[in-house]
């Protein structure tokens, strides 16, 4: 059987609570992918500095560290200046680079400057043995573990810049001589990380909006759907929906050989009350009739409004006899309604007439159906209404709801 649809959920109403639910999981998805996004460029970006200062570091002469004193005897040294050209020629033709210099450490465990890629009149020149007391722990921890790593942010009296630092090692001892450093601005730094993730970002909101468009459609176009599916009055289902619910219900009973009861329900004498109380009054009428129909349905059976004073109740897998006995449930809840309103002043009670038919009696379609109900609803009204009566292949036949008999 096609699922049922829930009444209640019909009434949803897309709210500012759903909306800022969805918001905020949309800020959080774009959160995580953001710092997820700026981690791996971050992470990338060293491994493209350290593998940068690795070439740099090889291409220099190990000997002619070697021959180095780090004092100021370096300063006419041919091996100080030849690595010093060859640094400074480096960081003039890669922009990014700020610094490039040769560091060691004496047996004190400090930290001193071979030398620099500086001219000496800039201000930022360091001279050969310039001990580096700013050192952090891990500069010291590349030396210990002659390992090359990316450093950083690390602030110093040069300015706040990310850091490479790659092992200079003998090549017959294997044993530590200098260590190269390569310094980059971490402005530029940060700069080249958010031009990477800018197009990444931009893709990801744009998606994003995206998805709330279709979201927010989506939920417009299912409200839409639902809107067209109940009767504005009622809350019942539409003539529509309903004819088409009990098409599907008629051919699925065709397939398996079940049966489909129907009850057509006619409001009596609806016409005086909307002649003598007025239309607001019918309205009224109508919504709490409605409301007890749906109060009575069982949780298989569906209701709708065919127009004006007329309902329809569908009973899948129930034979006729059974939908007899829903039928006077349905009409005796009915005729004990209370009309407890200043528009019904006067009108003391309100009755309805069932007609009953099922697919036992052999119709050939739902429009067949859908008239042997009405011809046993006609003949409710024929016997003095406020009652339910069953079609049957011969003719159909009468009753009174057990209370209702004297």
């Not at 759903?18 to 905020?24: A, Q, T």
């Not at 109380?277 to 059976?301: N, P």
Request: aromatic share 10%; net charge positive.
């Amino acid at each position: 059987m096609m699922g049922k649809p829930n009444l209640h959920a019909i009434q949803y109403r897309f709210n500012r609570r759903s909306l800022m639910i969805l918001l905020i999981i949309m800020v959080g998805v774009g959160a995580l992918f953001t710092w997820l996004l700026v981690h791996f460029l971050d992470r990338e970006a060293k491994s493209h500095l350290l593998t940068q200062a690795s070439m740099i570091a090889h291409a220099i002469d190990s000997k002619k560290i070697k021959s180095l004193s780090a004092t100021s005897r370096d300063l006419n040294s041919p091996a100080y200046q030849s690595i010093k050209q060859q640094l400074r020629r480096v960081r003039l033709s890669h922009e990014p680079i700020r610094f490039l210099y040769l560091m060691g450490q004496n047996k004190d465990a400090e930290i001193f400057f071979y030398l620099d890629s500086q001219p000496s009149s800039s201000p930022d020149y360091v001279s050969p043995g310039f001990i580096y007391t700013e050192v952090s722990d891990d500069y010291r921890a590349v030396f210990r573990t002659q390992k090359g790593a990316v450093v950083g942010p690390v602030s110093d009296r040069w300015g706040v810049v990310m850091t490479a630092l790659v092992p200079i090692l003998d090549t017959k001892d294997q044993r530590l001589i200098a260590l190269l450093g390569m310094d980059v601005q971490v402005s530029d730094w940060y700069i080249v990380i958010l031009l990477k993730s800018l197009l990444p970002i931009i893709m990801m909101l744009s998606l994003m909006c995206v998805f709330y468009l279709w979201f927010i459609l989506t939920i417009k176009n299912k409200r839409l759907k639902e809107a067209m599916s109940v009767d504005s009055l009622t809350k019942l289902y539409s003539r529509r929906w309903i004819l088409e619910q009990a098409q599907i219900e008629f051919d699925r009973c065709g397939r398996t050989y079940g049966t489909l009861s129907a009850i057509i329900v006619d409001i009596d004498d609806f016409k005086q009350v909307n002649d003598n109380y007025g239309h607001q009054a019918g309205d009224f009428v109508l919504k709490m009739v409605s409301t007890r129909i749906k109060l009575s349905l069982r949780k298989t059976d569906f209701a709708g409004r065919l127009g004006g004073e007329e309902f329809v109740i569908l009973l899948p897998d129930t034979p006729i006899e059974n939908a007899v006995y829903v039928a006077e449930k349905h009409c005796k809840a009915i005729s004990e309604l209370s009309l407890h309103s200043s528009l019904c002043r006067g009108l003391n009670k309100v009755t309805a007439s069932f007609g009953v038919a099922s697919t036992e009696c052999g119709p050939e379609d739902l429009k067949e159906l859908l008239r042997q109900a009405d011809s046993a609803l006609y003949e409710s009204k024929h016997q003095g209404k406020n009652r339910v009566s069953s079609y049957q292949v011969d003719q159909p036949t009468s009753s009174q709801p057990e209370w209702k008999r004297a």
